[in-house]
């Protein structure tokens, strides 16, 4: 066993250590398969051996090719550490500054074999969303971190530490960018050459900024969608006695099965890997578990009747849960389920993503490294079968939407019946849930803010959710207008139960939808009582880049934007610049996240509360931008609800200009259009 010291000592070269190859007691990433040319070969083995002196390469050479056949990428197992890697308090990591020291505790969480996926691999959630791409990195960026001081920048390139570079007290400390392509070459073809020559990777959203913070990460917006998709599709308050049917238990996908007792209802979520499916039932997000379809539709009315909260966990393939539903409904006319979605890693669908139901687990990962054209028939297959049930059951009145997962996205792709009769392709059946759940949300300036007590401290985090519950309250008594107070009252009922729920893992972290106003009025309460002893450690405020501002993702985020700028990534970019500085500690941009490579431009921040009144400003001046960035892009694309937002947002500071648009007249477009002699046919009201 290593230490802290010892892996901030820089990558070990003399001596090296003894070779380590794959654990089969630990789930591991799916073989990939690059295709790469001899050339191609040579160069991803060069490129990695650049990391070791020469003296080394005559060991590593052949190892290094030993796992670019056999696993498609160069991960250097041999160097992983010995160190249980997890969140140590703050104080145990040697450092010249505690801002290097809290991203060290950070990316430690997103490797902690409790949290991440695949920990041999790097990958914390999503089938592929990397903290690094290799080992090595691991080393030099816990090394460059320990020598950091307030001047100084770490740049990283897609996992690989360029340096250290002089900077000001006042710049980030840490520089991130994950996956930036040139346009013309973000395929997802081009993203398995470059990353297995290791010089890009997919960092997903938070697993490449070092943001993760385990399931909880999405549970609590897991948690409002499903409370709001009651609200709207089935016009109540209340889940009891209702079904919600999905799928996936493997990364973020885990907050499902909370999400469901939180709110009430019964979630059923298929997942294909009994690893798992084992990892949430020992942590307790998961109850109840079976293998058995008959026990799986008996236990799902016995809930429903007797008004149970309760998570059931079916391990199989959730194409064979559809399938079983289906047919229950043809046989009996009980459509068992009310409200439904699919939180597989659809982004990946060729690459371990999703599994076919043809196959086991076992040959699905066979056929991705041996035949990976007949698993990409199979996959296809798979999606046109999972689609043609959850259309039967919607039919019956079942309420199924896309959780940004790809989902309907790569189910069109293959065929599967879920495009929008009579509108261009894009357009679904179903919705996005950020269109038709969500969206609003957004446009209110409320989204995924999270912050994690460095001391490691339970205590700490527990005063941190009083300290957050006054600070909500103190903002409704102040008065807020009708149209948020839903929100606020969401939000408060979340805070005041979150610790009985359980749900850290890893890190003692809490996420809480909050908008410009509560953002700033936690960070502020925070750091006074991080100022006073009050709290025993600094604490770090992030957020899930699936936010506000954070993501331009035309299937998702992005998605209800109707100017037609649904497709542009200038909010992201932007945000991350306007970030940097403004007051982050660390800012990150990465191609690809939730909906996978090519498809969505996100960016993120970590901000250190250190008790400091230079924290408090950049606090208040970061936040503020992070917000109101992409609500004005809402609002300037026509959304009513982004500029009421907007409006406050000026009336609360007269240092804030923001440019509004002038509503117009649908008669008078049409008038102009037909006069001009334009083809009408084509506009899509």
């Known amino acids: 066993m290593s230490t802290l010291k010892e892996v901030?000592?820089?990558?070990?070269?003399?001596?090296?250590?003894?070779?380590?190859?794959?654990?089969?007691?630990?789930?591991?990433?799916?073989?990939?398969?690059?295709?790469?040319?001899?050339?191609?070969?040579?160069?991803?083995?060069?490129?990695?051996?650049?990391?070791?002196?020469?003296?080394?390469?005559?060991?590593?050479?052949?190892?290094?090719?030993?796992?670019?056949?056999?696993?498609?990428?160069?991960?250097?197992?041999?160097?992983?550490?010995?160190?249980?890697?997890?969140?140590?308090?703050?104080?145990?990591?040697?450092?010249?500054?505690?801002?290097?020291?809290?991203?060290?505790?950070?990316?430690?969480?997103?490797?902690?074999?409790?949290?991440?996926?695949f920990p041999h691999e790097l990958v914390t959630?999503?089938?592929?969303?990397?903290?690094?791409?290799?080992?090595?990195?691991?080393?030099?960026?816990?090394?460059?971190?320990?020598?950091?001081?307030?001047?100084?920048?770490?740049?990283?390139?897609?996992?690989?530490?360029?340096?250290?570079?002089?900077?000001?007290?006042?710049?980030p400390r840490l520089v991130i960018s994950n996956g930036m392509m040139?346009?013309?070459?973000?395929?997802?073809?081009?993203?398995?050459k470059y990353f297995a020559l290791g010089v890009t990777m997919y960092g997903q959203m938070t697993a490449g900024s070092y943001c993760y913070i385990g399931p909880q990460g999405i549970v609590h917006g897991t948690t409002l969608t499903v409370l709001n998709a009651a609200r709207r599709y089935l016009k109540s308050d209340s889940l009891v006695g209702k079904v919600y049917v999905t799928s996936g238990l493997g990364g973020m996908s885990g907050a499902q099965a909370k999400a469901a007792t939180i709110s009430g209802c019964v979630g059923v979520i298929a997942e294909a890997r009994k690893d798992a499916l084992l990892k949430r039932h020992k942590q307790g997000w998961l109850l109840e578990m079976t293998d058995n379809l008959d026990?799986?539709?008996?236990?799902?009315?016995?809930?429903?009747?007797?008004?149970?909260?309760?998570?059931?966990?079916?391990?199989?393939?959730?194409?064979?849960?559809?399938?079983?539903?289906?047919?229950?409904?043809?046989?009996?006319g009980d459509c068992l389920a009310h409200l439904a979605s699919d939180q597989t890693s659809c982004h990946n669908p060729y690459g371990g993503?999703?599994?076919?139901?043809q196959v086991s687990?076992?040959?699905?990962?066979?056929?991705?490294?041996?035949?990976?054209?007949?698993?990409?028939?199979?996959?296809?297959?798979?999606?046109?079968?999972?689609?043609?049930?959850?259309?039967?059951?919607?039919?019956?009145?079942?309420?199924?939407w896309d959780y940004g997962n790809a989902f309907l996205l790569e189910a069109s792709r293959a065929g599967a019946d879920v495009c929008a009769p009579d509108l261009p392709p894009g357009h679904f059946r179903y919705p996005s849930y950020v269109q038709d759940i969500m969206g609003e949300i957004f446009s209110m300036g409320f989204g995924p803010f999270r912050w994690v007590c460095a001391s490691g401290l339970p205590q700490d985090l527990a005063t941190t959710d009083r300290l957050a519950a006054e600070v909500l309250n103190?903002?409704?008594?102040?008065?807020?207008?009708?149209?948020?107070?839903?929100?606020?009252?969401?939000?408060?009922?979340?805070?005041?139960?979150?610790?009985k729920h359980n749900m850290v893992v890893g890190s003692q972290a809490r996420i809480l939808y909050s908008d410009r106003q509560g953002r700033i009025g936690l960070a502020l309460a925070f750091n006074k009582a991080v100022a006073t002893g009050e709290l025993k450690g600094p604490v770090i405020l992030s957020r899930d880049h699936h936010d506000v501002s954070g993501t331009d993702s035309p299937f998702r985020e992005t998605s209800n934007i109707t100017d037609g700028s649904m497709f542009c990534a200038d909010m992201a970019v932007q945000n991350v610049i306007g970030d940097s500085f403004r007051g982050a500690t660390w800012v990150a941009l990465h191609n690809g996240g939730g909906v996978g490579w090519g498809e969505v431009?996100?960016?993120?921040?970590?901000?250190?509360?250190?008790?400091?009144?230079?924290?408090?400003?950049?606090?208040?001046?970061?936040?503020?931008?992070?917000?109101?960035?992409?609500?004005?892009?809402?609002?300037?694309?026509?959304?009513?609800?982004?500029?009421?937002?907007?409006?406050?947002?000026?009336?609360?500071?007269?240092?804030l200009r923001v440019t509004l648009p002038h509503q117009t007249d649908d008669a008078l477009l049409d008038s102009a259009v037909q006069q001009a002699g334009l083809d009408t046919a084509v506009i899509i009201q």
């Open 601 to 655: 431009v996100n960016g993120g921040f970590g901000l250190v509360l250190d008790g400091s009144e230079a924290a408090s400003a950049k606090a208040a001046q970061m936040l503020e931008w992070d917000v109101c960035n992409g609500v004005s892009r809402r609002s300037w694309s026509g959304n009513e609800t982004a500029e009421q937002t907007v409006r406050r947002a000026m009336e609360a500071n007269d240092k």
């Open 182 to 192: 040139v346009p013309n070459y973000s395929s997802r073809e081009e993203y398995e």
């Open 8 to 117: 901030c000592s820089g990558l070990p070269v003399d001596p090296i250590p003894e070779q380590r190859t794959r654990d089969p007691k630990v789930p591991h990433a799916p073989v990939r398969r690059p295709n790469l040319n001899p050339r191609e070969q040579r160069l991803a083995l060069r490129n990695a051996l650049r990391y070791f002196p020469p003296t080394c390469h005559e060991i590593l050479a052949p190892e290094f090719a030993a796992e670019l056949r056999d696993y498609g990428h160069i991960y250097m197992y041999r160097f992983r550490p010995l160190l249980a890697l997890k969140a140590y308090p703050i104080d145990e990591y040697p450092c010249q500054c505690k801002q290097a020291a809290a991203i060290m505790h950070m990316i430690m969480n997103n490797l902690d074999p409790a949290v991440a996926q």
């Open 353 to 357: 993503g999703y599994y076919p139901v």
């Open 295 to 332: 026990e799986c539709v008996a236990r799902i009315r016995s809930a429903r009747d007797a008004g149970e909260a309760l998570s059931l966990g079916y391990h199989g393939n959730v194409v064979d849960l559809w399938e079983r539903l289906a047919d229950e409904y043809k046989r009996t």
């Open 474 to 499: 103190g903002i409704v008594a102040s008065g807020v207008p009708d149209y948020v107070r839903q929100q606020y009252a969401d939000n408060l009922l979340w805070i005041s139960e979150a610790g």
């Open 361 to 400: 687990v076992e040959e699905a990962e066979r056929l991705i490294k041996d035949d990976p054209n007949r698993f990409r028939d199979l996959v296809q297959e798979s999606l046109r079968r999972q689609v043609a049930a959850i259309n039967t059951l919607t039919d019956a009145g079942m309420k199924f």
């Open 125 to 171: 959630y999503g089938g592929n969303g990397q903290v690094l791409s290799n080992w090595a990195q691991f080393w030099l960026v816990m090394k460059y971190l320990s020598e950091m001081t307030e001047e100084q920048t770490l740049v990283m390139y897609s996992g690989h530490p360029m340096g250290l570079y002089p900077s000001t007290t006042a710049a």
